[in-house]
């Protein structure tokens, strides 16, 4: 009988202890922010200076440029559904640039325009530029949002008034995000 009763006690202690537990509910709230990244670097507000002479390719009247090659000039990964936009300034006087334009995540792109390379002389060179961009959405928490942009840049043949020399301009590419 002394057993049971010093039982009874340990459980009844027992009920007491489990009556005095507390319970604590949390609600976390995390802010995910948007951001768009070449290598490890956020790309707002960077700026990239290409080296001289990049992309180049060898022109004369009969045969242009001998087709020209793409040139890879982008590697972005964003977080996945950000919003974001690209545009092109060219320089040179009659010079074709592209205002902000939004790229989608699901469909690749494909942008061109005309550009006129200068020299010593007093006649460009009028070449054509060609950016073509391949998205790839996110799939996976783990994965971005990708974007992979290439430059093409051709010089229709015929051009027998351009002197002979080095031709040079730029052609800068602004990607924004919000």
Known sequence: MKRTALLLAALNLGLVHAQQAASVTLHPAVEVSNVCAMGDENINGMNIDGPAGYPAFDYNALDGDGGGAETPVLKIRCTAGTAITLGIAASGVGSESLGPQGLSRMVNSTFDGLIYLQSSGSVPLKAKWKVRVN?????????????????????????????????????????SYN
């Open 135 to 175: 998205t790839n959405p996110s799939s996976s928490a783990t994965t971005p949002d990708r974007y992979a942009g290439w430059l093409k840049m051709t010089a229709p043949d015929g051009q027998w008034g351009v002197p002979a020399g080095t031709y040079t301009g730029t052609l800068a590419i602004t990607v």
